[in-house]
């Protein structure tokens, strides 16, 4: 990948690809499921926008922004997240669409050699149904969730862990995402990152995030030899 990284497409062994804003877009799997929640909780509901500024963090997160943000009571937090665990996986996937080039670029990876991991923020028990469900998961030799590790991104835990249940270094593992959280974890566990443009980032352009590269499509990486 020596056009976008600056390095010779030899040195990377391996690639860790992140899932929702990266692979999948996941925003209406998340406003069917909160605003189930919300209703479960006679709370106000969310729009998009604000779903979209808030995803990344992990699900935790995620719950509390969203009582935060519609005046729900803190305490709240255990009942919101029973409800919304159980609308989430009641409707995983049926409101979420694979991004162009996401195919074709994983199978373009994998056709170099490369060996595959998803880490994501997200609960294990949501991503890997999602990844089967999309026809994802068979690309990937390892998946981990926000919850398989101590910590989540952009603490560089999971990428660390990730690289040594691959088998492979950081410096020569790849790290793709959408966001601010996939690239500080990237540069503090010594990864290269790249990001792609249309992912969530918290509502900030993610071109002004410091990583090695932003590409419109995953497939646009088989170009890079």
Known sequence: METLLGRSREVITAA????DGTMVDTLGDFEVALNAML??????????????????KGSE?????????????????????????????R??????????????????????????????NKPTAFALPLLEKKGLAGHFAQVFGGDAFERKKPDPLPLLKTCEALGAQPSRTLMIGDS??????????????????????????????????????????????
Do not use: K
């Not at 860790?16 to 899932?19: A, G, Q, W």
């Not at 996401?102 to 880490?119: I, W």
């Open 16 to 19: 860790i690809v992140d899932l």
């Open 91 to 120: 409707i995983n996937g049926e409101h979420a669409a694979v991004y162009p080039g996401v195919r074709e670029g994983l199978q373009a990876l994998r056709s170099q050699g490369l060996m595959l991991a998803c880490l994501t």
């Open 180 to 225: 601010s959280n996939d690239a500080r974890a990237a540069r503090a566990a010594g990864c290269p990152v790249v990001l792609v443009s249309y992912g969530y980032n918290h509502g900030e352009p993610v071109q002004s995030v410091d990583a090695d590269g932003v590409i419109d499509r995953l497939d646009q990486l088989q170009a890079l030899g």
């Open 61 to 89: 997160h995620l719950i509390r922004s969203t009582l935060t943000q519609v005046g729900g009571e803190p305490s709240a937090f255990g009942a919101a997240w029973a409800r919304y665990q159980h609308h989430y996986l």
């Open 39 to 56: 209703a479960d909780l006679s709370l106000p509901l969310v729009d998009r926008a604000f779903i979209e500024h808030t995803v990344g």
